[in-house]
């Protein structure tokens, strides 16, 4: 199919390094898909994101823009969802095992996490897990 693209040619495209594993981990995370992908692309492209001094920045800005649409919620459908997909979903951003172990660390529970959330819509989980 012509309009499909790969994570991977966004990366070459906008000359992203292997080694840039946080960039990497949130368009992951926020282009699920080819209309994503796409748009991500097209947006990258008419912004000129190559030339600001923040690309780094700009670029995981942009993923979250078109992205976050993936991880909207109800408290019904938080029940249903592992840890994992439920802390994604509630802060909008990768949960990889190390914050999972802060989690577990803290003793936190989804509840009081999703309280300081509606609280403070700005605040990461790693920021709310020191309010716990």
Same mark, same amino acid.
């Given at each position: 199919?012509?309009?499909?693209?790969?994570?991977?040619?966004?990366?070459?495209?906008?000359?992203?390094?292997?080694?840039?594993?946080?960039?990497? %981990?949130?368009? &992951?995370?926020?282009?699920?898909?080819?209309? +994503?992908? $796409?748009?991500?692309? =097209?947006?990258? *492209?008419?912004? !000129?994101?190559?030339?600001?001094?923040?690309?780094?920045?700009?670029?995981?800005?942009?993923?979250? %823009?078109?992205? &976050?649409?993936?991880?909207?919620?109800?408290? +019904?459908? $938080?029940?249903?969802? =592992?840890?994992? *997909?439920?802390? !994604?979903?509630?802060?909008?951003?990768?949960?990889?095992?190390?914050?999972?172990?802060?989690?577990? %660390?803290?003793?936190?529970?989804?509840?009081?996490?999703?309280?300081?959330?509606?609280?403070?819509?700005?605040?990461?989980?790693?920021?709310?897990?020191?309010?716990?």
């Amino acid at each position: 199919m012509k309009n499909q693209i790969t994570l991977n040619q966004i990366l070459e495209q906008c000359e992203i390094s292997p080694k840039a594993t946080v960039i990497i %981990e949130q368009l &992951e995370f926020f282009l699920k898909n080819d209309k +994503d992908r $796409l748009t991500f692309i =097209d947006q990258y *492209e008419r912004r !000129e994101l190559w030339k600001d001094k923040k690309q780094s920045l700009k670029l995981i800005q942009l993923a979250k %823009e078109i992205g &976050e649409y993936h991880y909207t919620y109800n408290a +019904d459908q $938080l029940e249903s969802m =592992d840890e994992k *997909e439920a802390l !994604e979903h509630i802060f909008v951003e990768p949960v990889n095992p190390g914050k999972l172990y802060r989690l577990w %660390e803290h003793k936190a529970n989804i509840a009081d996490l999703l309280l300081i959330k509606q609280r403070r819509p700005e605040t990461s989980l790693m920021t709310a897990l020191l309010y716990v």
